[in-house]
């Protein structure tokens, strides 16, 4: 049941409807939420909100649904999935007294795992909202959620990468070429993860077993992935299966939604996920940790699927969708939208710890693509020093795109020498698997190759 939040300042009363209205007018500035006018009308609001928020129990949010039960199967898998005794330890605190037990030395990275399970989407989100970025920053280090397949990613004191080879008609050369230079710059231990121009279930079966080849040929050890949409990675599946020769997935990809009508746009349901987790699972490739999430905010709002929230409780709640499946990766791609979400670099930064620092808090095992449109009020500068604060944050994981240009999708993100750089900075090491590797003979054997053709089956 909805009711109204207060908060008297100066012998004037400041109502806000309803708890979905209070998280909005109590999140920092940011372009998507003005424009779907649901933003504070100006500062001295939005500092009313964050002092009324910082007031609300962290039970009310059992209470109130911002997207109601009936009408969403997010919502309905938030409350239906919820850890009470998880969430005892802080259900008598409320937002600004969680944030306080969150920055205080009671908070160990031990404790916050075993709450992660207790804690919803709107909880994380509305905690964020009143931490400043250096809160973002050190409560997220704290926190490590480690995964495995081939290599094992998420352990303090390492930072993995995931090779992005994209080329615009998908050739072969192209992308091993691609392939080829971020391995032998270190990258590429979370995953080889391709873009594919064509969503064509036999084009993704043949960058699968490209992949395939090269992991096996160099006896790499990581995991493929090409991004087509998940109901094409099954077909591709079942073509293999159909000719009697299993298709080589590893990693089942799709992009995720904070609600039930954001992800309809997206063209999946969490019945269709169920089902491609199982499917995946039965290939028996590496373990239980089988589907890779990309998510971003403003995503519900680009389909007109918000539900009047604003886009950063939007994206915390897309979390709730990943965590159901335990995935191996789970990607917030920042700033690829666009300045209509996030307007400048100051927004994009901002955004990208929030949605670290949620996703962690909730158990999650996350990366961030570190990037922008051209369009954008931003530029690598701004990149640079977001990915610096990632590092310290304890990210997972970054991208690995040639020359920070993917030439293919036309954004900028991190290339294979930010990874160096940030390793070397803060003493970072790859994956323990890949770094074994990269010390290996198979590695050195990539290093006298003359020309890329030479990956190719």
């Known amino acids: 049941m909805a009711m109204a939040y207060r908060c008297t300042v100066r012998g004037v009363t400041h109502s806000f409807a309803d708890l979905r209205t209070l998280l909005a007018k109590a999140s920092p500035l940011r372009a998507g939420d003005e424009l779907a006018g649901v933003a504070a009308e100006s500062a001295e609001e939005r500092v009313i909100a964050q002092m009324a928020l910082s007031e609300v129990p962290l039970a009310a949010f059992l209470n109130e649904a911002v997207v109601p039960y009936e009408a969403d199967d997010v919502?309905?898998?938030?409350?239906?999935?919820?850890?009470?005794?998880?969430?005892?330890?802080?259900?008598?605190?409320?937002?600004g007294e969680f944030r306080d037990w969150l920055l205080s030395d009671a908070a160990t990275g031990e404790r916050l795992a075993a709450l992660a399970a207790g804690i919803t989407p709107e909880m994380a989100a509305a905690v964020s909202k009143l931490m400043r970025v250096q809160d973002l920053i050190f409560v997220a280090s704290k926190i490590s959620v480690v995964t495995r397949f081939r290599t094992t990613v998420g352990l303090k004191g390492r930072l993995s990468t995931r090779l992005q080879p994209n080329h615009p008609t998908d050739d072969p050369l192209g992308i091993a070429a691609s392939i080829l230079d971020g391995l032998l710059l270190g990258s590429g231990d979370a995953v080889i993860g391709i873009n594919p121009v064509s969503d064509n279930p036999r084009s993704v079966a043949g960058l699968l077993q490209m992949l395939e080849h090269i992991r096996c040929r160099y006896e790499i050890p990581t995991q493929s992935c090409v991004l087509a949409h998940i109901t094409t990675q099954m077909q591709a599946i079942e073509l293999g299966a159909g000719a009697g020769q299993p298709t080589p997935l590893d990693l089942m990809f799709q992009s995720i939604a904070g609600t039930e009508a954001a992800n309809k746009s997206f063209g999946v349901s969490l019945g269709l996920l169920d089902e491609a987790y199982a499917m995946t699972r039965e290939l028996k490739r590496g373990g239980e940790q089988v589907f890779y999430f990309e998510t971003g905010q403003g995503?519900?709002?680009?389909?007109n699927a918000h539900h009047g929230m604003d886009q950063q409780t939007a994206e915390a709640r897309a979390y709730a969708v990943a965590r159901r499946y335990n995935p191996f990766l789970v990607n917030t791609v920042v700033g690829f939208i666009g300045p209509e979400y996030l307007y400048d670099g100051k927004q994009i930064l901002r955004a990208g710890l929030e949605d670290h620092f949620c996703g962690k808090l909730l158990g999650l095992p996350m990366g961030c693509d570190i990037c922008y449109t051209n369009h954008a009020e931003a530029d690598q500068d701004?990149?640079?020093?977001?990915?610096?604060?990632?590092?310290?944050?304890?990210?997972?994981?970054?991208?690995?795109?040639?020359?920070?240009?993917?030439?293919?999708?036309?954004?900028?993100?991190?290339?294979?020498?930010?990874?160096?750089?940030?390793?070397?900075?803060?003493?970072?090491?790859?994956?323990?698997?890949?770094?074994?590797?990269?010390?290996?003979?198979?590695?050195?054997?990539?290093?006298?190759?003359?020309?890329?053709?030479?990956?190719?089956?």
Do not use: K
Not at 75 to 95: E, Q
Not at 299 to 303: E, F, G, I, Y
């Open 75 to 95: 919502t309905r898998l938030i409350v239906d999935t919820h850890d009470v005794a998880a969430f005892a330890p802080v259900s008598g605190l409320s937002v």
């Open 382 to 457: 701004d990149m640079d020093a977001l990915l610096t604060m990632l590092g310290a944050a304890g990210v997972n994981y970054i991208m690995g795109v040639p020359g920070a240009d993917d030439i293919m999708l036309n954004y900028q993100s991190t290339g294979f020498q930010d990874a160096l750089y940030l390793r070397r900075l803060l003493g970072l090491r790859p994956a323990p698997e890949f770094e074994a590797w990269l010390a290996g003979d198979a590695c050195r054997e990539l290093h006298r190759i003359g020309r890329p053709a030479a990956l190719l089956p």
């Open 299 to 303: 995503s519900a709002l680009s389909a």
